[in-house]
């Protein structure tokens, strides 16, 4: 009974001696080697050379403040919620009487983590957040050693209050015409919401 069209016919025909020095051999993979020395190397030098990346390339998140500085994330838990690799946890904390400059909302994130290897940049993070507190960059994850060391914590996702992340670029235009509609929760469905939102 034949299982596969895959067969391979055997030779038992006589090597000659140069075959059994194995020369043909030899000298055919040469040929492919030195042929190699004259085609352009696809190999990028990274860090130093970057690929180019699609405008809408999803890379590490950013946990944003807003114009004053605080943190925009009130831990609501709708980005945990909402990611299918159940990469995000965080722990919440109460916002204390002259701590505004820090949080913008009562209720803040005292530990935010993202396990960067269970994530697998969807973006549904992003788009689940009421308060805008969270996107994706054109950042690439850092390579590391150790599994504990791709486990993000604030001090990395926070963006920097003198080095802000302009997440702007990766944004299609609709996408920052609607966010720009006045009284929209950007999670709600784009279509329904824009063209509610332009009857105003
Ligand atoms: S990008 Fe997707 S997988 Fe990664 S943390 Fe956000 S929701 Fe989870
Ligand atoms: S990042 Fe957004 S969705 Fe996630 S806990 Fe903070 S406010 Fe909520």
Known sequence: ???TNRKVVVSNKEQSFAERLYLPAIIKGMIITASHLFKKSPTIMYPEQKRPIAPVFRGQHV??????GAER???CGMCAIACPAEAITMTSGERKKGEEHL???EKYAATYEIDMLRCIFCGLCEEACPKEAIFLTDRLVDTEFERKDFIYGKDKLVEKIDKRIDVSIRQT???LAFKKIPGLKHNELFDKKLN???KH
Not at 63 to 68: A, G, P, S, V
């Open 63 to 68: 946990l944003k403040l807003d114009e004053n």
């Open 103 to 105: 949080y913008r909302e």
């Open 173 to 175: 235009p609709e996408v």
């Open 1 to 3: 009974m034949q299982l």
């Open 196 to 198: 509610k939102g332009n």
């Open 73 to 75: 994330c009130t831990s």
